[in-house]
């Protein structure tokens, strides 16, 4: 199986911990994981930018089709062997989906630290 590519905020603790919990469940190899504290050059030759890739999880997964959001998740969700029922789950159960959906919007926008992240990015 071919590699996804996750971009993740580094600097989000919360980010940070739940990427750190995932690379503990996934196979080596199978899921490469980009650092977007790194700044724009992390994206060099994507069609995203900085901004959106830090308000929104983005997976490039092997096809080279981009996924965003709660789609990203599920995406990554089918590489871990212990949340990959949940992606099935959801895939399978749009009122849940979609309230899941609801629940991460709410979260980005809210997530700590986000605002003054974008303002140190906008200055790079």
């Not at 605002?115 to 906008?122: K, M, N």
Request: charged residues 25%.
């Amino acid at each position: 199986m071919a590699a996804i590519k996750v971009y993740f905020d580094g600097q989000c603790p919360i980010c940070g911990r739940e990427v750190a919990v995932y690379r503990c469940l996934v196979a080596s190899g199978s899921i490469d994981w980009c650092d977007l504290s790194a700044g724009p050059q992390s994206l060099e030759g994507e069609t995203f930018g900085l901004d959106a890739a830090l308000t929104l999880l983005h997976v490039r997964d092997e096809t080279g089709a981009l996924h965003v959001g709660l789609p990203a998740h599920l995406v990554m969700w089918d590489r871990l062997p212990v949340l990959r029922w949940l992606s099935g789950f959801l895939r399978g159960n749009a009122p849940v989906r979609r309230m899941f959906e609801r629940l991460y919007f709410w979260f980005t926008a809210r997530r700590p630290g986000l605002r003054q992240r974008r303002g140190r990015v906008a200055r790079v």
